[in-house]
């Protein structure tokens, strides 16, 4: 009875081992796939705008649908667009892998609707020659009144301390970011819990969040990023340009060269080239309009240069109404934007840039129409009649003659045959056919001499 209650143990025993090193062995390759998730990597710099909202987005569910451990956000802004700040932020809140915000590298600034955006992110770090702050909330469309300032800055008070307290970092602090656009170094920012880390670079960075603890939908998870492969995830082509659209700079040069193709291809029609390109610039300027906050005013001044532009091509005033485009375009250009914000703002330097070259190109364009105008009674049936010519046939009774180096088609006009390169004297039109005489000295008089000479 002992002896069997022994084996019966020592089997269960074995059992048991055997249960166990089965279950280190299934954890193991798990175990091990954990460690080597990469980390991935976005790099965002410039304003926050919908095409930057896009790229956080698209990188977020890219991240989580091939297993990355993490995403940083490699953050150098100045701000951007209130809109596209809360959009990026709700991204980041309903995560499914931890999100880090890292301001990098040094110079870099995470301020105004970036100090949000750190605010918000699972882990926050910065690198040492960076700054964060200035979070006082930016009135896109100009003068508000002071009740509406209050309700503004009151609302972004609320929602980043929210963020804060959410993520147990300074509330205080942010708030004092908002109301009084108080700014930190990297070191004050880690001293005040305003970030997590202050990293030089990332191995640094990936080493400091080995094996940090954080919260995701109730569940804790564990950060083993030491030596972790790092994934770089680049923005699309799309998002690129569209990105580059939305600078005011670019919106207003793309404006500028859709004038121009316009106003060239109305005053020398032809294929069309200008026109269309033209047309394509206005309407990829229009995309970057609609994400700045636009002056009606200022825009209004602008289509009553062009309108001017246009009316001195027809009118050919001798460019009285082309001064007034560009008194026009140049007040229109100053004020089209309207925000106080400066990354918002159109350069002063391409406005006046901008201006000059406008005033170059319609002045030649509208000296060379007027010219044109002063020129156009010598052509045509008037400009032909008494024209001094060459036959370059016999006209007997048709032949062929030259008159301003072009060569046309000719019926003597009294029924008299003209010798070759003898002079004659164009008197009438028939449709396409001169109707001429021969020119003799001292008869009627020339309007052009030229083409006179015997070939």
Do not use: C
Request: no cysteine; aromatic share 6%; hydrophobic share 45%.
């Amino acid at each position: 009875m002992d002896n069997s209650d022994g084996i019966t143990i020592m089997k269960k025993k074995s059992l048991l081992l055997a249960f166990l090193i089965a279950l280190v062995m299934v954890a193991l390759p798990s175990f091990s796939a954990a460690e080597s998730r990469p980390v991935q990597v976005i790099q965002v710099e410039g304003v926050i705008n919908p095409p930057v909202y896009m790229f956080i987005s698209e990188a977020i569910d890219r991240a989580e649908r091939e297993g990355a451990q993490a995403l940083i956000i490699q953050l150098d802004t100045p701000g951007g667009l209130d809109t596209s700040m809360r959009s990026i932020i709700r991204e980041i809140l309903d995560s499914q892998i931890p999100i880090v915000v890292y301001v990098y590298p040094d110079g870099s600034r995470a301020t105004s609707a970036g100090v949000f955006i750190t605010m918000a992110a699972h882990v926050a770090a910065m690198a040492p020659a960076t700054s964060i702050g200035a979070a006082h909330p930016v009135a896109l469309q100009g003068e508000i009144s002071d009740e509406m300032k209050q309700k503004i800055v009151n609302d972004a008070v609320a929602y980043i301390r929210n963020l804060a307290e959410k993520r147990g970092r300074n509330a205080a602090w942010a708030e004092e970011a908002v109301r009084e656009s108080s700014s930190l170094t990297a070191s004050q920012a880690v001293e005040k819990e305003v970030i997590d880390y202050v990293a030089k670079d990332y191995p640094d960075l990936l080493a400091q969040l080995d094996g940090r603890k954080v919260v995701l939908d109730g569940r804790e998870i564990v950060l083993s990023t030491k030596g972790a492969e790092v994934t770089p995830r680049e923005m699309s082509f799309r998002l690129r340009l569209l990105h580059i659209l939305s600078d005011p700079n670019i919106a207003y040069l793309l404006l500028m060269i859709g004038i121009y193709g316009i106003i060239y291809e109305f005053a020398n029609p032809g294929l069309g080239f200008a026109g269309i390109a033209g047309v394509i610039s206005i309407i990829l300027a229009l995309y970057s309009l609609h994400t700045l906050p636009v002056n009606i005013a200022g825009l209004a001044l602008i289509v009553l240069a062009i309108i001017l532009f246009i009316a001195d091509i027809i009118a050919a005033t001798g460019g009285i109404l082309t001064a007034g485009g560009i008194a026009s375009m140049l007040l229109g250009s100053l004020i089209l934007i309207d925000s106080p914000a400066p990354y918002l703002r159109i350069a002063p330097g391409l406005i006046i840039g901008t201006a000059l070259t406008t005033a170059g190109f319609f002045t030649f364009a509208v000296r060379a129409v007027y010219k044109a105008h002063k020129e156009k009674s010598t052509t045509g049936i008037e400009g032909m009649l008494g024209q001094i010519g060459v036959a370059r046939t016999e006209v007997n009774p048709r032949g062929q003659v030259s008159v301003r180096g072009e060569l046309w088609s000719a019926e003597a006009l009294d029924g008299h045959k003209i010798e070759k390169h003898s002079r004659i004297i164009v008197q009438s039109m028939k449709g396409l056919v001169l109707r001429v005489k021969k020119y003799e000295e001292g008869g009627a008089p020339a309007k052009d001499r030229g083409g006179s000479d015997k070939s």
